[in-house]
């Protein structure tokens, strides 16, 4: 930090458990990783790169290694899991995962239709090869999750061997977790936190208003998800209290 | 493309007449040219320098020379040619545009009132000396033009030499061929398309949510434009249903 | 410029008292400055970099020094300063300006409540160090301050050794002198201005729709601030009469 000021949250320090902030890449260049990495590298853990736009970046493993080689996992979207898994062709989909050195891989369904014990059996399988971040909610506006089965979802993923179970919002941040106006179902989140623990959970918060939520909510080290790479630095100042938004939520009272 | 996935539509290839990606430049650097032709060269097919962005924007020469370098034509947004018009410097615009070595140029009348007759003598003119993609649509939310209008515009702007017809919009989005809301008007565009040709019709859509009623509605190979830097492979995933919202849009049934 | 037009409006020109461009860097890394610079520093006037964001941004001296060498000052964000204040570090924040070499500071209470003397105070103090720019209007929607203590505020800082008074907004363009839709709050800027000198207040305004009713109202050399980085060379074609927004604006009648 450039300079000290007093009455700060503590920040879990790298590699953590909580006070994880995941990054979405839709699809920077080579060079645009590099100056991401050289002003947020230490304040990212992980970045997805978005849905399948791995299917169409040029350099692909190159960028990969440029992360990797900033101490950075990298690991694809859900939708690519599935992209592969409808087309039964998830065997191509584990070669993929070794052919680029991932390891991480996501499992959801949010686009497709499958079953529970069909989801925890891909989480057992790609356990058994990668770390798996597994994710619970629907894209479809129409299909409202009741709060008792997020729970039960969240639970038996996490048993079946996902390393953290990820609160699903689009990239525009309105469905799943969020109403459509982009506001926090409020009552959901609290409902699951009083059964699935807190560092098991990380919130997709694309939203600047979202991630002032559950700073404030839940503090500093919540895991957030999603944020764009020029936002990780912002995201940072919220968590610590140095943003309008959250200013006085640290302060001694 | 980095691995093989069935079930995907078939996307034209360069140098193409339908499935056109035109791009907005509204002031990039030029080593943000050359990171945005690392990554999306493949997937762009035209760029335009947005409005009369080209009037502020130092190294202009280089630019348009990095961009033709990379196969990619570029062309000066039919703003700027109105601001020459309304100013009667029409032959200085020529000379610019030769001055500059540009092969495209648009002719619209957005901000200015202009007849018919006056408008496809400018593309007549014009498509002497460049290809020319004419636009039609107000920027002004009160004019609406009512579809069997639209459809008598474009018709006569192909007849008059125009490469390509425009459907206009805002950066943002919200006037021309969208409701105030951002909305697609349904039922001007299905009309539209019952008497112009398919391929003969670029459709603003700088809107995620336009992009996929497009492709929705019109395939992968519909041709979009005012499409962001970045948002240019997202664009692409859009057409080859590799994102969650057309992810269904192509699979087998 | 790279071409000529008849009936532009005159820009003041650099080092300027109005039509000043104030930029907002929330984290731009060493070489995104430098793009920046490259297209934009001829019509960009004073960078803040935005509230802490420099608490957490690496390379924060030659970030500075990048800025300064193209003749363009730097100051932190308000925000900061209330941080300093609130945990009584003052004294440390005047060294801190002195460490980094800035020759120019704000002074604000949008996240905590001052008394008008003690901000008058920290800007007479400040004045003897560096050029002073005061903000009045709070960061909270709650707090609605009415036209006539707009301008008392405004007033007794100018008085008190501010070099402009600056009009909140917050980076979203939702609070202060905007109503939570992002409408500007018309009669609030023209009772503000029958009393306070139009070079004397800088105007926060983020989104384009607020540049374009400022230019509207106060013409092309308005001071504007809070602009993003890749906004700087659209803004300059709205206050140029450049962009559809203000096309005509500026045209002879």
């Known amino acids: 930090m450039n300079y000290t000021l007093t009455q700060l949250p503590d920040r879990t320090e790298k590699p953590r458990q909580s006070g994880l902030?995941?990054?979405?890449d839709k699809g920077l260049s080579l060079r645009e990783v590099e100056d991401f990495l050289s002003t947020s590298a230490g304040h990212s853990d992980i970045v997805k790169l978005g849905w399948a736009t791995s299917f169409v970046t040029p350099n692909l493993k190159d960028k990969i290694a440029i992360y990797q080689s900033a101490g950075i996992p990298v690991?694809?979207?859900?939708?690519?899991?599935?992209?592969?898994?409808?087309?039964?062709?998830?065997?191509e989909y584990r070669k993929l995962l070794?052919?680029?050195?991932?390891?991480?891989?996501?499992?959801?369904?949010?686009?497709?239709?499958?079953?529970?014990?069909?989801k925890c059996n891909y989480i057992r399988t790609l356990a058994t090869q990668v770390t798996v971040l597994s994710e619970v909610g629907s894209k479809d506006e129409a299909k409202i999750i009741p709060p008792y089965k997020w729970i039960q979802l969240m639970k038996s993923e996490l048993q079946a061997g996902a390393w953290k179970v990820i609160g699903e919002?689009?990239?525009?941040?309105?469905?799943?977790?969020?109403?459509?106006?982009?506001?926090?179902?409020q009552g959901l989140v609290e409902e699951i936190l009083t059964q699935v623990p807190f560092e098991s959970i990380l919130w997709e918060a694309p939203q600047k208003e979202q991630q002032v939520w559950f700073v404030k909510l839940l503090g500093a080290n919540v895991n957030l998800g999603n944020i764009a790479p020029h936002e990780v630095i912002p995201l940072e100042t919220i968590r610590l209290g140095l943003r309008g938004d959250t200013f006085s939520h640290f302060l001694d009272k």
Request: zero cysteines; hydrophobic letters at 35%.
């Open 21 to 24: 902030t995941m990054v979405m």
């Open 75 to 91: 690991y694809f979207g859900g939708t690519l899991f599935e992209a592969f898994v409808v087309r039964n062709q998830f065997d």
């Open 169 to 185: 919002a689009r990239e525009g941040g309105t469905v799943g977790l969020f109403r459509a106006s982009g506001e926090v179902r």
């Open 98 to 118: 070794d052919k680029y050195g991932l390891e991480h891989a996501e499992v959801s369904d949010g686009s497709i239709d499958m079953n529970q014990d069909d």
